[in-house]
């Protein structure tokens, strides 16, 4: 809650002022995403007479439940970290299209919650941990920000990855875009650590 201001005096001379107003840290909007430390805006005082006071100023927060997309998301990051294949799939839709950045063997556009499925039962070989850093949201997008890190394999990936998701009429992730901190980090370990079949297995 924000602490009640102090009265405010005019300064001499001044046709304007600004006042800083600040909520608490980790304050989450509506969108769920984490408010600013501070919001500033002027306050036209022209006319005002030296010596008259402002009024006190109460704030907080805004009000509000937590969007449902970011509120999904969480969801999947929360089975992600527990390991639960089939939690994660809940939130998507059949018809996912998921996009991996990157020159290595799991790279490319994983169609269907099948393929989406067994690239991250892969993943999971390598012990891949996400920690979400900040959400923002609208209509239809999520921008995740997040922290991701391998603890098993040959070598390791540690960087921060931005993941843009798009939700369906029906409130369901139906495409998702990875986007990778250090894309040579993550090139070099899958190539380490994931082999491919000798030809002809390898082919279709």
């Not at 405010?8 to 909007?29: C, F, H, K, N, Q």
């Not at 839709?93 to 994983?110: C, D, M, N, Q, V």
Request: proline share 5%.
């Amino acid at each position: 809650m924000l602490q009640d201001a102090a009265p405010l005096t005019v300064p001499e001379g001044a046709s304007a002022m600004t006042v800083l107003i600040e909520w608490e840290p980790d304050s989450v909007s509506h969108t769920g995403t984490a408010l600013a430390s501070g919001i500033r805006f002027e306050q036209d005082l022209r006319g005002t007479d030296q010596g008259d006071r402002c009024t006190r100023i109460r704030g907080g927060p805004m009000s509000g439940t937590k969007d449902p997309k970011v509120a999904a998301i969480e969801d999947f990051f929360a089975a992600y970290g527990a390991g639960d294949v089939d939690a994660m799939s809940a939130v998507l839709a059949e018809g996912i299209e998921w996009t991996i950045p990157g020159r290595h063997p799991l790279s490319g556009t994983k169609r269907g919650v099948a393929e989406v499925r067994a690239f991250f039962d892969q993943l999971g070989k390598s012990g891949f941990k996400a920690e979400p850093i900040f959400f923002g949201v609208n209509d239809e997008y999520v921008v995740d920000i997040h922290r991701g890190w391998t603890t098993e394999g040959t070598g390791k990936v540690d960087t921060t990855w931005a993941l843009v998701w798009h939700f369906d009429a029906a409130g369901k992730v139906d495409r998702v875009v990875n986007l990778s901190g250090d894309q040579h980090q993550m090139d070099a370990f899958v190539w380490e650590n994931y082999a491919l079949a000798p030809i002809p297995d390898r082919l279709a």
